[in-house]
C-alpha cells in the first residue's frame, strides 16, 4: 500500500477517534470532573504513544533542546490550552457543536500562515471557502432560524471550542514547520507528559487524582490512537487533503450524540455540516493560473 493510500486511512481512522472521544467525556463527567478525566486522559495518552513509539522508533525516544522547546509549546497549546478547553466546552455544548467547529481548523492554519510566517498566498477561493465555513458555524451555533434572526450565535462554550480550534492550529502549523519528521509515537509521548505532569501537580494541589469510571481510561485510548494516527497521516498526505477527510468527523460526532446521548440535530445544523464540505474543498483547490 503505497503512502498516500496508508495516510488517508489514518486520517479517517483518528475522525472516528475523535468523533467518540466527546461521547466518552461526556459519559465520564457524570462521575467526575473536566480536570480528573483531562488528567487521567493525559496519562493514558502517554502511556500509549510511550508504547508505540518504543515500537517503531527502536526502542528511541530522544529529541534535541530545540525539538524539546517545540514540543513543549505543542503540549501547552495543544493539550494544557486547547484540549482542556475542548473538553471543558462538552459540558456545555452538545457534541455535534464541538466536532464542527473544532473543524475550522483550516481558516486559521491558512491565515497564520500568511499573517505570520508569510508562507501562503491567501487567493480569492481561500476566502470564499473561508466565508463559507464561517456560515457553516453559524448555523451549527445558531441552530434554529429564530435564534439566527434574534441574533443568539451560540454560547460561551461554542467560544470555548473556538479558542481550541485557534490553538489546535498553532501547533498544526508548529509541527508541520519544526518537527515533521518525528516519530508520531515520540510526539505524543512528550505533548502528554509535558502536559500530563502539569495536570498531576495542579489536581493533588486542588484535591486527588482518581479514577471513578472506565470512561475516563477509554478516553485516554481512543485519544492516544487518534493522535498517533493523525500524526502518521499529516506526514503522508498534503495538509489540504487532511483537512478535506477530517470532515467525516462532525458526521461521525453527529451520529454518535445522537444513538449514545440522544442529542438531536437541527435542519439548520445538518446544513452546516454540509457547508463546512464546501467551505473545505474552495480552501483546498488551487486557483487556475
Not at 490550552?81 to 466536532?99: G, R
Amino acid at each position: 500500500m503505497d503512502n498516500k493510500k496508508i495516510g488517508v486511512l489514518a486520517i479517517l481512522s483518528a475522525n472516528v477517534m475523535w468523533a467518540i472521544e466527546p461521547i466518552f467525556a461526556k459519559l465520564a463527567y457524570k462521575d467526575v470532573s473536566v480536570l480528573q478525566t483531562s488528567t487521567i486522559r493525559a496519562i493514558i495518552v502517554a502511556l500509549t504513544a510511550l508504547l508505540y513509539a518504543l515500537i517503531t522508533n527502536k526502542g528511541s525516544i530522544r529529541v534535541n533542546k530545540k525539538q524539546l522547546g517545540v514540543l513543549a509549546y505543542i503540549a501547552i497549546a495543544g493539550t494544557i490550552v486547547a484540549d482542556f478547553s475542548y473538553l471543558f466546552a462538552l459540558t456545555k455544548v452538545p457534541v455535534v457543536n464541538a466536532v464542527l467547529l473544532g473543524h475550522l481548523q483550516p481558516i486559521f492554519i491558512v491565515l497564520i500562515s500568511f499573517l505570520v510566517f508569510k508562507e501562503e498566498k491567501i487567493s480569492k477561493l481561500d476566502y470564499l471557502g473561508m466565508a463559507v465555513m464561517l456560515i457553516s458555524s453559524l448555523l451549527v451555533t445558531t441552530k434554529t432560524r429564530e435564534n439566527l434572526a434574534n441574533l443568539k450565535f451560540g454560547t460561551m462554550g461554542d467560544l470555548y471550542v473556538l479558542l481550541a480550534t485557534l490553538a489546535w492550529a498553532t501547533t498544526a502549523i508548529a509541527m508541520r514547520k519544526y518537527i515533521k519528521d518525528m516519530n508520531s509515537g515520540v510526539v505524543a509521548f512528550y505533548r502528554y507528559t509535558i502536559a500530563g505532569t502539569i495536570f498531576v501537580i495542579y489536581s493533588l494541589i486542588k484535591s486527588t487524582i482518581q479514577i471513578s469510571n472506565i470512561y475516563q481510561i477509554l478516553i485516554g485510548l481512543v485519544v492516544g490512537v487518534g493522535v498517533i494516527l493523525y500524526y502518521e497521516g499529516l506526514k503522508r498526505i498534503k495538509a489540504a487533503q487532511v483537512s478535506s477527510l477530517e470532515l467525516s468527523t462532525p458526521f461521525f460526532g453527529a451520529l454518535l450524540g445522537f444513538i449514545v446521548l440522544k442529542e438531536g440535530v437541527t435542519i439548520m445544523q445538518i446544513s452546516g455540516i454540509l457547508a463546512m464540505f464546501i467551505g473545505v474543498y474552495l480552501l483546498s483547490k488551487k486557483e487556475s493560473t
